[in-house]
């Protein structure tokens, strides 16, 4: 079976630009009810990512978590990638002893 090349320009990775370091840090420690979750950061441009991004960010996960009830820990992260093209938000969690459960949600830049 072949693959076809998937068109760059159409998912905007029309350009390469050379590798430049990205801001990566911890932001807070977030409480949602019996829920704690560590809130990291990448940012492209400038040290933090966006304000309404981050905002975004807290917001998923509130909803995110109140799906799920776990047997566990109550524990896990959040992530911020304010990407070039695109922004990344990661909700990560831990339950049934042992597995780690990840939504991720995408928007255009």
């Known amino acids: 079976m072949a693959f076809e090349p998937f068109d760059r320009a159409a998912l905007g990775w029309n350009r390469m630009e050379p590798y430049k370091p990205r801001a990566f840090r911890f932001i807070e420690l977030c409480r949602f009810g019996k829920w704690q979750m560590k809130l ?35 524990l896990g992260f959040i992530g911020v990638h304010d990407g070039r093209n695109a922004a990344f938000i990661f909700v990560d969690f831990w339950g049934n002893e042992n597995e780690l459960f990840h939504r991720v949600f995408s928007f255009p830049r």
């Open 40 to 74: 990291y950061a990448i940012a492209c441009l400038g040290e933090f990512p966006r304000t309404e991004l981050l905002a975004a960010a807290k917001k998923i996960a509130a909803i995110e978590l109140v799906k799920f009830e776990p047997n566990d820990f109550y």
